[in-house]
């Protein structure tokens, strides 16, 4: 019913093609046992249970998810044919008194605290790893996130239209938004985020145009910034 409201749609076809107009650009599958990216053909998840999990969201939403995603449906073939794919089970937490601590709570401001003093007081390699997943600030290596900036598909498609240092200004000028989508909760939202929402505050912009620039083939590296922007 919500889905029905938000999306103005009023007969099942056509809250069905307004489902399918919004994940048009799905690039990727995430699961607790593993990921894949499908236009990469890079992921920790086989070929089974890649499988296996599209056709369970095909059943639940209708419709053939892969024959309607063009990332997914050419990847189908790669991780098809990947034998050495073999099934990832889930690891066990090393330090189990986070799930007991965040099963108790439920509130998001308690959680991310539970989060970050399990991850810096605790030294809890789950917690440290979910506060990088979350773009959270102030973390030891933000370099990471610079790192995951030029791995995004949606980035790499722009940068091939960036011929000069202005073509890159332009693009991300032309950004409508000036807000993240975090709104103001700090997280830091990836170059790919920023394009497909079509905003983003000061930071996620200056990260946005480092990634177009580094990626970019037409610009001579000493054109480049040489120094990576560090949210």
């Known amino acids: 019913g919500a889905w029905k409201e938000s999306s103005g749609s009023s007969d099942t076809g056509s809250l069905s093609d307004a489902f399918i ?9 995430i699961t607790v046992t593993g990921y894949r990216i499908f236009p990469l053909h890079q992921g920790t998840l086989s070929g089974k249970a890649i ?12 419709f053939d998810l892969p024959s309607r995603m063009p990332a997914i449906g050419n990847d ?15 690891q066990p937490d090393d330090n189990p008194s986070l799930l007991t601590e965040l099963n108790a709570r439920r509130r998001p401001g308690e959680a991310r605290e539970i989060i970050r003093c399990q991850a810096v007081d605790g ?6 790893q979910a506060l990088y997943t979350g773009r959270w600030p102030g ?31 332009d693009l991300v000028n032309a950004i409508p938004g000036r807000e993240s989508i975090f709104g103001s ?3 830091i939202a990836l170059p790919d985020e920023v394009l497909l929402f079509q905003t983003g ?10 990634a177009l620039l580094q990626l970019s083939e037409a610009i001579p590296d000493n054109e480049k910034p040489q120094d990576p922007i560090l949210p």
């Open 76 to 90: 189908i073939p790669t991780f098809a044919n990947q034998s050495e794919m073999a099934d990832s089970p889930v």
């Open 185 to 187: 909760s700090g997280r």
């Open 51 to 62: 499988t296996g999990t599209l056709d369970k969201i095909s059943r639940f939403l209708g």
């Open 201 to 210: 505050n000061a930071n996620e912009r200056e990260l946005l145009l480092y």
């Open 123 to 128: 030294q809890n390699p789950l917690a440290m």
């Open 139 to 169: 973390l030891p290596h933000p370099e990471a996130y610079v790192q995951a900036a030029l791995t995004g598909y949606k980035v790499w498609l722009a940068s091939a239209g960036i011929l000069t240092v202005q073509d890159g200004l």
């Open 21 to 29: 107009s919004r994940i048009f650009t799905c690039d990727r599958l």
